[in-house]
């Protein structure tokens, strides 16, 4: 069993930046694949950034790629987003998950977050 909790984020402006963060309880966090996915008002949830247990593999969406930075520290059992050169496209609220296999379909993540709100001002 895995608990998440994400933080960080906010209102910022075009071009700024926030990073989220995913703090997880259980023993097993540092063998699930830890995934970031986000969800805008009227649309479906979306992939964002996923990393391996071991920080192996990365994968991002294409709407992000350059942007976004994944990373995982798992002597702290946490997980971050830095996002930069934010766009009011990246509105949404985002969602941290685990899997115990590598992916970026949200379906096959079992543990999930509560979200938190992004906003980001034109």
């Known amino acids: 069993q895995v608990q998440l909790v994400e933080s960080g984020g906010g209102l910022v402006q075009a071009g700024g930046s926030l990073r989220l963060s995913c703090a997880a309880s259980?023993?097993?966090?540092?063998?699930?694949?830890m995934g970031w996915f986000r969800q805008a008002p009227g649309k479906e949830r979306e992939f964002v950034a996923a990393?391996?247990?071991?920080?192996?593999?990365?994968s991002y969406a294409n709407s992000v790629m350059g942007r976004f930075t994944n990373s995982r520290d798992n002597a702290k059992n946490t997980v971050y987003l830095q996002m930069n050169s934010l766009k009011p496209e990246d509105t949404a609220v985002y969602y941290c998950?685990?899997?115990?296999?590598?992916?970026?379909?949200?379906?096959?993540?079992?543990?999930w977050g509560q979200g938190t709100q992004v906003t980001v001002s034109s």
């Open positions: 998950a685990a899997s115990t296999i590598y992916s970026t379909d949200g379906a096959r993540y079992a543990y």
């Open positions: 259980g023993r097993t966090f540092s063998r699930h694949t």
């Open positions: 990393i391996s247990w071991n920080d192996a593999t990365t």
